[in-house]
Every structure is written in structure tokens, then in C-alpha cells.
């Protein structure tokens, strides 16, 4: 088990201990020495977690102790950044924005003994090619799908036809270098995906409509599946 991994364990055993937990029960738990299990003690109270401990009777977590919102591991801090370093290179320009300015506040909240794994992180999530850029502004997309509101789309298909739709969008996906809005679609009466990048004009409605996103995206997902023959 990592350093970093085992303190947060201590911490969750003696959170839900109800008797002072010894040394040498941590170490067995962990499968590290006595020694081990001590320096780690000291460190957390280093770090102001209130673990109070006396020879002979074990130690006990403080009544009333919550971890910080950003108690990570490090497989959880991992997988955060790198979720956020692929947005921060794949994402609309409002998304990007918002996964390096969330790559900040991790970095400036998380404890000392996981900075490491910030500033030597072994992953990455290198981009092979240019996302392609939009003409509208997606964050007006995911405003509309968090308020249910309908939008008014002028579409260029894959062989320059072109049309206009009115559309109860559900989900935005993000591949590699697109996007698709999966939304249901008045003109066709049926779900349908439209990348973005061939949106030319896209006007937010006044008009909602009343089938949540989430049953939306249930039915759509009915339908995939029957489709790819999964059901």
C-alpha cells in the first residue's frame, strides 16, 4: 500500500473505531511494522489530525473530526487530474477554463504529503490530435439541457445539406476531436446526434420541455443498446 493511501486508511479506521486501536493491530491491518505505523501517526498529527494515543492503550481519533473535502488518495488524486487534464485539452473553451482552474485548486488545497503526486504524477493524457473547434458557445448548450430548454439549430450534415431543428437537448459526449449533442429532435420526431463543429447558428428558446433530461437519457439509451443488439 502507498504512504499516501495508508495515512487516509488510519484516519477511516479510527474514525469508525469505537475502542483506542494499538500500534500493532494498525500494522498487522496494514502488513507494515510497529515503526512504520508510528512515524505515520506522527505525521498525520503533524498535519493537525487530532489522534491522541497513550502506551499500552492505543489511539483514538477526536470526536467531531471531518476530512477535508480533498482527503484523497492518490489513485483518486490521479484519476481527478488526469480526468481534468483531458478536458483542459478536449473541452469547449469554457471547459478548459474550468478543468485548469480546478487543476489550481486541487493543487493549492490538497496536504503536503500528496503534492508529489501532483507536481510527478506518472500519467498523462496527451492529445494525438487538434479538437476541432465549434462556431457556437457550448456553455449556452449545457445551460440549456441543465435548464430544459429547447434550441433552435441551423445544421450542416456530412454532405452539406442543410436544416433546420428544434431540439430537446439531453447530453453532450466529447470524443477525441468532436462533440455530439444527443437531444430529441421535433422536426424527426426521434432522438438524434448533431456534432457541434457543423452547428452554423444555434438560438436558446424561451420554451422547455416537460420530459426530464434524465428519462431522456434513458430512453435514448434503450434504444442504443437495442440497436447495437445489447438488449
Known amino acids: ?12 479506521i479510527l474514525r469508525s473505531a469505537k475502542h483506542p486501536i494499538k500500534a500493532q493491530q494498525l500494522a498487522e491491518e496494514m502488513e507494515v ?5 508510528y512515524r505515520d501517526i506522527a505525521e498525520l498529527q503533524n498535519q493537525y489530525v487530532p489522534i491522541v494515543g497513550e502506551a499500552g492503550i492505543g489511539y483514538i481519533l477526536k470526536p467531531g473530526f ?3 473535502p480533498l482527503m484523497l488518495t492518490a489513485n483518486e488524486l490521479e484519476a481527478a487530474l488526469l480526468g481534468a487534464h483531458w ?57 440549456a439541457i ?15 445539406k442543410r436544416s433546420v431543428r428544434t431540439l430537446w437537448p439531453f447530453m453532450v459526449a466529447y470524443f477525441e476531436t468532436v462533440r455530439l449533442i444527443a437531444a430529441w ?15 452554423t447558428q444555434c438560438e436558446i428558446l424561451e420554451d422547455t420541455f416537460s420530459t426530464s433530461c434524465a428519462k431522456l437519457k434513458k430512453e435514448w439509451q434503450i434504444q442504443e ?6 438488449v
Open 87 to 143: 478536458v483542459s485539452q478536449r473541452g469547449d473553451p469554457s471547459l478548459t477554463n474550468g478543468a485548469r482552474d480546478l487543476i489550481a485548486k486541487i493543487q493549492a488545497v490538497v496536504p503536503e504529503h500528496l503534492q508529489s503526486v501532483i507536481l510527478d504524477s506518472p500519467t498523462i493524457a496527451p492529445a494525438m490530435s487538434p479538437a476541432i473547434l465549434d462556431d457556437i458557445d457550448m456553455s449556452q448548450i449545457r445551460n
Open 1 to 12: 500500500m502507498l504512504p499516501t493511501n495508508r495515512l487516509f486508511s488510519i484516519i477511516q
Open 225 to 230: 443498446d437495442s440497436r447495437k443488439g445489447t
Open 185 to 199: 429532435c421535433e422536426e424527426r420526431n426521434a432522438f438524434r446526434h448533431f456534432r457541434t463543429d457543423r452547428i
Open 66 to 68: 471531518d476530512m477535508p
Open 33 to 37: 511494522s510497529v515503526r512504520t505505523i
Open 146 to 160: 441543465r435548464e430544459q430548454r429547447k434550441v433552435r439549430i441551423h445544421y450542416s450534415d456530412m454532405n452539406n
